[in-house]
């Protein structure tokens, strides 16, 4: 059974930084994309950052320069390190991990909270 472990959310002050961690575990095959969403009140569930298994990454235009995206392939974990944070990335952080080409899984969710 695929779990996904996630934590480092918490309540962080503008400017402020966080780390999100995102530990899978009971994979047996080779993960391809791992990445970060989240989603505020009342709007929908928006890509943060997302690297692949060659290295690739991208980020959301809001995030650039500001959030970095990192994986430990041996402990198939993924790393969102936010600095400078904003009120407006306010919300729950959910880990994504893609297994091969078809096994989708997410991760219940940390929420981080920017108080201005």
């Known amino acids: 059974q695929v779990q996904l472990a996630e934590s480092g959310g918490g309540l962080v002050q503008d400017g402020g930084s966080l780390r999100l961690s995102c530990a899978a575990s009971?994979?047996?095959?080779?993960?391809?994309?791992m990445g970060w969403y989240r989603q505020a009140p009342g709007k929908q569930r928006e890509l943060v950052a997302q690297?692949?298994?060659?290295?690739?990454?991208n980020y959301a235009d809001s995030v650039k320069g500001r959030f970095t995206i990192s994986r430990d392939n041996a402990k198939n974990t993924v790393y969102l390190q936010m600095n400078s944070l904003k009120p407006e990335d306010t919300a729950v952080y959910y880990c994504?991990?893609?297994?091969?080409?078809?096994?989708?899984?997410w991760g219940q969710g940390t929420q981080v909270t920017v108080s201005s």
């Open positions: 994504r991990v893609v297994v091969g080409v078809f096994y989708n899984y």
């Open positions: 009971g994979i047996t095959r080779s993960i391809n994309v």
């Open positions: 690297t692949t298994s060659t290295g690739t990454s």
